[in-house]
């Protein structure tokens, strides 16, 4: 084989090999990093609400001067909206999930303020929240209309029944599972029972780290504004939500309607910056790359070129087209070998400095390898063009003079 | 001389487009993408009140749980908050908080609609500096005497007003009329350093009122409200209560009003302590704008890493163009060769060179522009129009400025190696024919 | 004029030192046509590298127009080529991407002589080798005796004491050759020194003085001033 005198020819030119290398070797760098980056924000971006989202949108009405009643408003909107053909069913609540805005409490499972709290997202609703949001009850039972308390939203608030989240149930209770139907947790150093059990409902906050303790409390206020969640049939959203917002806004001169949005468009919004960040890394890692690819195919041309003679001599001795492709190939191969070693150091390094800055997750091991392997991948491809051209150079040009 | 060897340059490039073309593509994508990054990083993490960012304090007191060990919460409670106006130690001072309301516009013409407002005392207005396009901010009689009065933004003014000079008039906001005093000019510092906590990035709000009015006028508050302890139950429970929600600023003039400041609200925490309150250790902290800033961590973790990740990709190009410059400037062994025959010393060589990569950046450059252009506005896209930092994403003088000196540099010291070969090639062999 | 006292030339790079110059010594008179003949690759274009100033010499004394050049840095050299040097190369060496004006005006640039000085200069040195008419056409749209004439009036454009030519004709026809020899002849007649390596036997002998090395030194020094010193008288 030609490896030793590859070997000799590159120890010739070692400044081609740095450059490349390095190239590779930064190209590397970003490229795992990024990978995983992007594979962690979609994690994120994929886990579900609980919601039926597709067909779920919400609008808020505030209502303005003496003669306003937000409590008949209220029942009324609602009626309108539950008898409103290709509505499944509405409810009004003071957050959105995903929206980025709502309550939380502190629950403890001993009456002791000084003991830790376990945190908990609060959507203060009704009874057809469990429908509205398509919640799966696992346990338990929903609220009856008769649980239901109003007050103002600036009063000390007083709720004693809490349909809670699998994953905050588990967290207050963590031997016992659904068991934990019937319990009682207290907040604000009153008791409260938990009722029943959903599968799934997330806060109202996706980076939160208690995004998916939850709980739905029978109480509504008594402001001026409310926000009603409508869930409708399949493919009746859209339309629902022009007429619905007409409707709403024609038959009340004293509120306005506003804040009309689908859980899709909030969704989106909320992790504009996760899906923003990547589709940037993406852009980064195809220029990478493209301009890694230039820098190896502009190199091995260079290199190709001057050496035109030294083929046309080579070919002319007896080496058969293949043996002249394997030889660049080969070639690239071991200067891409050092690229990704040094860049295996790198991207460890980069990995780590990530995570110990930014409180990211560290990186699976298997993305080093992984990227290694896909950078000698590239290299070669890129080097393939040069390569078969330079195969194709005839022997007859070792006799030329020029 | 510079002309010709840009002329030279021209002709150069001519001669082999492919590769020199290469070129200007690798230095423009690196300086474009580093751009995009830079331009990002600029905006979101500029000082946004240069003149008194040293003199703006933030004021924290440490009202907070004492069963955790978090920092003092980042605003204040009613009670601190009044009680700190009524001590008014500060040059100046306000608290300030987010509200909103339903604004009633008079006549027909327009429907009433929601608005984001803000509370504030008559200081916040020469404290932050802000422009006013017509009238003024109220005076220090209207914050005690309850007056009705409001600044309006520009935007707001256009709105209701289409933009005449609307001093004198008046506006319904949430059921109360209000007098109007004066009309903001265009102002939205970028960070919105006064009020980090609600969205630093958030544009400004579009009605200022009397702080004092929130109260007694129930207007509903807008920002953050952070409570560890549940208010008692009646109508003044929330205003006696440890829930936070009001943001406090003081301008102070030198190093020992501060200490002296620190020392009031030190005072002040101690008294409060015998009332049964404060029950942390003394942890009451002042920053300045940017102590304030940098502590808040207002930059997204998301640009930090871009901009490592840009750089690497800037070192990408810059080897890339190396080698490529290296492979041109060795082809051009033979013209250098003439050339010295001709009586050209190597300094001249070595100047005709840089400007040769100078010519190459800088053509570099302005393709990065458009390259950092198109990038900002991609950027603008993805992160959609709901934040206010969009309108502030653009090229301007500086960045263009610094695109085009990073370009020509950065090519330039990638040139220096090459040069140096090519130049101390014996030009004997270049000159016989093989 | 030209004057090198025992100049030695050691290739360190190969480790056969087989073709360098070895105690060469030469003077070359104001107004000579010197032609330097050897057999390929034998010294002739060291000799010619040394007296341009392209190379530096291991050992001896080169004078230049009595300046003593061993000890000269690249700054000064570069000067000297300038000022006093013509080169005319085998292959022309012209740069491919200029045109004719601005090939010839690539001396004076070096020199930087004014902008209108230059013009008047280059204009006349075109117009000397009969291509004013193509001054803005490029090498490539030229023939090779017209590009040769090209870097002939590029050599000469700056007035220099002597002109080096190295195979001037070798890559032209007989009687392309024949021109450009004429051309030569006649610069020399005007005052201008010649110094011209070629292997061109005939050539040689129509010189006024011949110098012939071997393996790095003069072997044959002839004075052939029988025609053109007749044709002068």
Redesign the interface.
């Known amino acids: 084989m030609e490896i030793g005198p590859i070997l000799r020819a590159l120890s010739r030119n070692k ?2 090999v740095i ?2 290398s ?2 590779i070797a ?2 590397m ?2 490229m795992v ?2 990978v995983f ?1 992007i594979n962690e924000r979609s994690k994120l971006m994929a886990r579900p609400s609980g919601l039926d989202e597709p067909n779920t949108f919400y609008l808020s009405s ?1 209502g ?3 003669q306003f009643n937000s409590q008949v408003t209220e029942r009324d909107d609602l009626e309108l909206l539950r008898n409103t053909p290709g509505v499944i069913d509405a409810t009004p609540t003071n957050a959105i999930p995903i929206s980025g805005s709502g309550s939380s409490d502190g629950l403890r499972i001993e009456n002791d ?4 709290a376990t945190p908990a997202a609060v959507y203060f609703t009704d009874e057809h929240s469990v429908n509205t949001m398509n919640l799966t009850l696992i346990a338990g039972e929903n609220f009856s209309a008769s649980d239901m308390t109003y007050q103002s939203s ?4 007083y709720y004693r029944k809490a349909i809670v989240t699998l994953a905050l149930a588990e967290k207050l209770f963590p031997e016992e599972g659904l068991a934990a139907v019937g319990k009682s947790f207290y907040r ?1 150093q009153a008791p409260v029972q938990i009722v029943g059990i959903v599968e799934r409902l997330q806060a109202p906050w996706p980076n939160s780290f208690f995004v998916e303790q939850a709980m739905l409390v029978p109480l509504n206020f008594t ?3 409310s926000t009603y969640l409508i869930r409708t049939e399949p493919g009746q959203r859209d339309r629902l939500m022009v007429e619905i917002e007409e409707t709403l806004a024609g038959n009340n001169p004293d509120r ?1 309607i ?1 804040g009309l949005k689908s859980l899709q468009e909030t969704r ?2 909320s992790y ?2 996760d ?3 990547a ?3 993406l ?2 890692i195809v ?2 790359v493209f ?2 690819s ?2 190896i195919v ?2 091995a041309v ?1 290199g190709i070129n001057r050496r035109r003679k030294q083929i046309g001599t080579r070919r002319a001795l007896g080496a058969t087209q293949l043996q002249i492709l394997r030889y660049f190939m080969l070639e690239n191969f071991f200067v891409s070998g050092v690229g990704v070693s040094i860049g295996a150091v790198l991207t460890i390094a ?1 990995s780590i400095a ?1 995570s110990s ?2 409180e990211m997750p560290t990186m699976d091991w298997y993305y080093t390898p992984i990227g290694m392997l896909l950078l000698i991948a590239i290299g070669q491809i890129a080097v393939l063009g040069p390569s078969a051209r330079a195969a194709q150079i005839q022997p007859a040009i070792a006799t030329r ?2 | 001389m510079f002309l010709y060897y840009l002329r030279l340059s021209a002709l150069s490039y001519r001669r082999n487009p492919i ?1 020199s073309s ?1 070129m200007v ?2 230095v423009a ?2 300086v474009g ?1 580093y751009m995009v990054i830079f331009t990002l990083n600029f905006v979101m993490g500029g000082d946004p009140i240069p003149q008194k960012s040293d003199q703006l304090f933030h004021v924290q007191l440490d009202s907070g749980n004492p ?1 955790t060990q978090d920092d003092p919460p980042k605003q204040l409670t009613y009670l601190d908050a009044t009680a700190l106006i009524q001590a008014n130690s500060a040059y100046r001072e306000t608290a300030t908080s987010k509200i909103s309301g ?1 604004l ?1 516009p008079e006549g027909d013409g327009i ?4 608005i984001v407002g803000r509370g504030a005392f008559a200081d916040f207005f020469p404290m932050f500096n802000t422009p006013f396009l017509y009238g003024d901010g109220w005076d220090q009689s209207a914050d005690r005497d309850l007056q009705q009065v409001a600044v309006l933004t520009k935007e707001l003014n256009e709105r209701l007003f289409g933009g005449a000079d609307s001093t004198g008039e008046t506006v319904r906001l ?2 109360n009329n209000f007098q109007i005093v004066g009309v903001l000019d265009d102002w939205a510092p970028v960070p919105k350093f006064y009020d980090i906590n609600n969205g630093a990035f958030d544009g400004s709000e579009e009605i200022f009122i009397p702080w004092n009015l929130i109260i007694p006028l129930d207007f ?1 508050r807008n920002g953050n409200t952070n409570c560890w302890k ?4 009646g109508p003044d ?2 205003l006696n209560s440890e829930c936070v929600w009001i943001q406090y600023w003081v301008e102070l003039r030198s190093g020992d009003d501060e200490a002296e400041y620190l020392q009031f609200l030190n005072n002040y925490a101690a008294q409060q302590k015998e009332f049964g309150r404060f029950p942390r250790e003394m942890n009451n902290a002042l920053f300045n704008v940017e102590e304030w800033l940098m502590k808040e961590e207002v930059l ?3 640009t ?3 901009s ?3 750089a ?2 800037l ?3 810059l ?2 163009t ?3 410059l ?2 041109k400037f060795l082809g051009k062994s033979g013209e250098i060769g003439v050339r010295q025959a001709l009586g050209a010393h190597k300094g001249s060589l070595f100047l005709q060179h840089v400007i040769e990569a100078g010519f190459i950046g800088l053509l570099g450059g302005i393709l990065g522009l458009a390259i950092a252009a198109a990038g900002l506005e ?2 603008k896209v ?3 129009d ?1 934040l206010m930092i969009t309108d502030w994403i653009h090229l301007n003088p500086t960045v263009v400025a610094i695109t085009l000196v990073l370009a020509v540099l950065a090519t330039i010291f990638a040139g220096f ?1 090459p040069i140096w070969r090519a130049c101390s090639i014996n030009p004997a062999i270049h000159l016989k024919t ?1 | 004029m030209l004057e090198m006292k025992n100049v030695r030339k050691v290739f360190r790079t190969d480790m056969v030192e087989t073709c360098a110059l070895d105690e060469f010594s030469l003077t070359v008179d104001q107004g000579e046509f010197v032609t330097i003949t050897g057999p390929s690759g034998c010294g002739k274009t060291t000799f010619l590298n040394i007296a341009g100033l392209l190379e530096t010499h291991t050992s001896g004394q080169y004078l230049l127009d009595g300046v003593d050049v061993s000890q000269l840095r690249d700054y000064a050299r570069a000067k000297l080529r300038n000022q006093k040097i013509g080169f005319i190369f085998q292959s022309f060496n012209l740069m491919p991407d200029l045109n004719l004006f601005d090939n010839i005006d690539v001396p004076l640039r070096y020199r930087g002589m004014k902008s209108a000085e230059r013009k008047e200069r280059v204009d006349k040195a075109l117009d000397s080798v009969g291509l004013f008419a193509r001054k803005k056409h490029v090498p490539a749209q030229l023939s090779g005796g017209q590009q040769q004439r090209v870097a002939i009036a590029r050599a000469l454009v700056g007035e220099p004491l002597f002109l080096l030519a190295d195979e001037p004709t070798g890559n032209l026809d007989s009687n392309t050759a024949k021109g450009v020899m004429a051309l030569l002849e006649e610069i020399n007649d005007s005052g201008t020194t010649i110094i011209m390596v070629t292997h061109d036997q005939s050539l040689a002998e129509q010189s006024k003085r011949n110098i012939h090395i071997l393996d790095g030194r003069i072997s044959n020094n002839t004075e052939q001033t029988q025609q053109k010193a007749a044709a002068a008288a």
Request: proline share 5%; glycine share 10%; with cysteine.
């Open positions: 400044l081609g450059l490349i390095l190239q930064f190209t760098t970003v990093n990024a980056i505030t303005f001067g003496d303020p000084t003991l830790p600036n009063e000390r608030r604000d402001d001026a504004t306005i506003r989106e919004e504009r910056l899906s923003s960040m589709t940037i890394l852009v980064v220029t990478l301009i890694t230039m820098g502009g190199l260079f980069f990530l800055l930014f003079s020029i | 590769l290469l593509m690798a994508i690196g993408a069963n339903i009633e429907r009433p609609f929601s949430h059921g509903p549940t208010p008692e139950a429970g929330f997204p973790n998301e930090k890493i871009l490592a990740l840009a690497m990709l070192a990408v190009c080897l890339n190396i080698g490529l290296l492979s991609g950027v993805l992160l959609g709901n190696y093989q």
